[in-house]
């Protein structure tokens, strides 16, 4: 039962890397930008959803409501002000301005917060569910649930929308949907705001929970010391084996 307690936690985790990922790699796909601010936006809407309980009494579902817009028009302004200047020049250059932007973000965090340990823990306690020895706090349900109705309203975005139609059109050829009339600056300043509001959004659910499948199960195996090893190691075959993703098909360039 030990096992299947790990797995439980780390399903529920794994939806959260499944929100993270969804706006990381909708920004990598659309723009050819490895936006290494990503990981800062996701802890900068932890401390969001931490200051806004402690100091307002907002609860974290609630903060949701603010992280997404917030979140969006950060990073709209990010991209339109900033990376807009350079997003046509090499890899290169555009990954030593998202870390540049990293680092400042990460300065400042460290201004506001410090560098104490922060948690998250709400009063009083949502109670947890529980199914023989298998025990799950609500609060990790509700987030797990949240985590992937933000992933799918951000598929039903791209599918569905007008703005989700020219992201794509975008994403295949840039010249021709610029041909088509569409404003590919906007679209690029859009993509981005949609990643950064999925990590901000990403962030306040984490702010709640921890660990995922293999690090739960590596933990258990081989000790806490391995876990994040065993994770990166698996991300690193699926590169190399599987790039188009479980579920996914193979594209074009």
Not at 134 to 139: A, I, K, M, N, S
């Amino acid at each position: 039962m030990l096992l299947l307690q790990v797995v439980l936690n780390g399903v529920v985790l794994g939806c959260l890397y499944a929100c993270i990922a969804a706006g990381f790699s909708l920004v990598w796909g659309v723009l050819n930008v490895i936006n290494l601010t990503h990981g800062s936006l996701i802890v900068l809407g932890s401390y969001l959803a931490w200051a806004s309980y402690n100091g307002l009494g907002i609860s974290p579902w609630t903060s949701l409501l603010v992280a997404a817009p917030l979140f969006f028009g950060l990073g709209y302004l990010i991209q339109r002000g900033v990376l807009n200047r350079v997003v046509a020049a090499p890899v290169l250059v555009t990954l030593t301005m998202t870390f540049g932007l990293d680092l400042m973000l990460n300065n400042a965090m460290l201004h506001f917060f410090k560098g104490d340990y922060r948690r998250l823990v709400l009063e009083p306690s949502l109670g947890s569910l529980s199914l023989d020895s298998l025990v799950v706090p609500v609060d990790r349900l509700l987030a797990m649930a949240f985590a992937l109705l933000l992933t799918l309203l951000l598929y039903l975005i791209l599918r569905r929308s007008n703005v989700g139609r020219a992201i794509v059109a975008v994403r295949m050829d840039r010249d021709a949907a610029r041909l088509m009339g569409v404003d590919v600056p906007s679209i690029y300043a859009i993509a981005f705001g949609f990643g950064a509001a999925m990590a901000g959004c990403a962030g306040v659910l984490l702010a709640m929970i921890f660990l995922g499948i293999v690090e739960s199960l590596g933990s258990l195996a081989f000790g806490p010391e391995h876990s994040v090893t065993l994770s990166f190691g698996l991300l690193i075959l699926f590169l190399m084996f599987r790039p188009q993703g479980l579920l996914g098909k193979r594209g074009f360039e």
